[in-house]
């Protein structure tokens, strides 16, 4: 490491002010931050500092994420040459998958953090580091075949909408991850409506290679339908569903590498532990409401089935955890959570048009987390006043 500082140190002075090229200083201090803690420290009144600042927290939330990444480069490669009906072995899947996965990865960080540094360099700032988290958890909620330029676009209307447009990093109220899939949802609802196959390769012109269609398991559950197969008419199991070697998102179809990035975010307390599980929590409640009455075989599904469905799991775990736009407070991170999970159930049974609701439930909260918080702390302030008066 004493290298490449060295290195760095010596590239340095033409990117500082007056250098030939101060124009790029913004993008460099982006780089040389994410490889070095800053030796800058706090001038005027005290502040408590440690080595582990927000480039180093967000390194971690990257670390949480691998797991869901690496299944779902794997995962990609075995949908794949099920679809085709081809034995094929490990690596040839995690090969196939990392050629279709790694394009999709690069697209979305170079035009998201080219957007960043332009306008971190027409303000005259640092480049803000949120987007070292969102440039890998947009890929993770696209499905495997998405174009290339379809991420493109929807990563500029994500940074550019969704982000700058409320002054950077830390003032966007909604999440930019999920503002680029429902974008691309809106804008071109077949290749992101959640209820068709998802496989990369070989196609017919339908986004599906040619003998192998049908509908994902949330897709079949919205047709009524208790018996879920996939386009090979091969029934999965509740196992399938947790591991995740079903079709869907790239990141989103295993529970069980989420669950281990959930476990990372907590023990490391980047992640709030009350906001996962009351999710988690929100969605049963709904689930079991719905099989109560059990009008439909969507409605009798188990409601422990939701949770290792679609991208439930993912979005509890690595969305409905942001910072930035989830509820502050700590009883408001128990309402905020109980609500996206409930609504995210509710959305997913009851909407005919759309057999996936978390996307929708995530933003529907992030707009209310602030009035949640008002009344947290307004409900705590008449509680001290009162005591006060006693």
């Given at each position: 490491m004493s290298s490449l500082r060295r290195f760095v140190d010596k590239i340095k002075p033409p990117f500082e002010k007056g250098g030939k090229l101060h124009m790029f200083l913004s993008g460099f201090e982006a780089i040389e931050t994410f490889l070095f803690v800053p030796n800058r420290v706090t001038t005027g009144r005290v502040h408590v500092r440690d080595a582990n600042d927000m480039k180093r927290t967000l390194i971690i939330v990257l670390f949480a994420v691998v797991p869901a990444l690496l299944f779902g480069i794997w995962n990609t490669g075995f949908q794949h040459f099920q679809a085709l009906g081809e034995e094929a072995g490990f690596w040839q899947m995690v090969w196939f998958g990392f050629l279709k996965i790694l394009p999709i990865i690069i697209v979305s960080y170079a035009v998201g953090l080219g957007i960043e540094i332009a306008f971190?360099?027409?303000?005259?700032?640092?480049?803000?580091?949120?987007?070292?988290?969102?440039?890998?958890?947009?890929?993770?909620?696209?499905?495997?075949?998405?174009?290339?330029?379809?991420?493109?676009?929807?990563?500029?209307?994500?940074?550019?909408?969704?982000?700058?447009?409320?002054?950077g990093t830390g003032m966007n109220i909604l999440n930019p991850a999920l503002i680029a899939r429902a974008f691309l949802f809106f804008a071109y609802p077949?290749?992101?409506?959640?209820d068709k196959v998802w496989i990369a390769g070989l196609t017919d012109g339908t986004g599906v290679i040619d003998g192998y269609s049908g509908a994902t398991i949330l897709g079949q559950a919205a047709q009524n339908t208790s018996t879920f197969v996939n386009g090979l008419g091969e029934p999965y199991t509740a196992w399938n569903m947790f591991l995740g070697n079903i079709p869907g998102s790239i990141g989103e179809t295993s529970t069980l590498a989420i669950l281990i990035g959930a476990v990372i975010l907590?023990?490391?307390?980047?992640?709030?532990?009350?906001?996962?599980?009351?999710?988690?929590?929100?969605?049963?409640?709904?689930?079991?409401?719905?099989?109560?009455?059990?009008?439909?075989?969507?409605?009798?599904?188990?409601?422990?089935?939701?949770?290792?469905?679609?991208g439930f799991a993912f979005g509890a775990v690595f969305m409905a955890t942001d910072p930035v736009t989830a509820a502050q407070t700590e009883r408001g991170k128990w309402i905020y959570g109980f609500l996206i999970g409930f609504l995210a159930i509710l959305i997913r049974v009851l909407n005919p048009a759309y057999p996936e609701g978390v996307m929708m439930a995530i933003l529907l909260m992030n707009v209310f987390a602030p009035l949640i918080d008002h009344y947290?702390?307004?409900?705590?302030?008449?509680?001290?006043?009162?005591?006060a008066r006693q």
């Open positions: 971190s360099q027409i303000r005259g700032e640092e480049v803000a580091e949120g987007y070292f988290v969102t440039g890998m958890l947009i890929p993770l909620v696209l499905p495997a075949d998405v174009p290339l330029w379809m991420v493109a676009v929807a990563t500029v209307f994500a940074v550019v909408i969704g982000k700058e447009v409320f002054g077949s290749h992101m409506s959640g907590i023990l490391t307390g980047v992640g709030s532990w009350k906001i996962i599980v009351s999710v988690f929590t929100g969605g049963a409640v709904m689930g079991l409401l719905l099989n109560a009455f059990a009008a439909n075989e969507f409605m009798a599904l188990p409601f422990w089935e939701h949770l290792i469905l679609g947290v702390i307004e409900s705590n302030i008449k509680k001290r006043l009162k005591r």
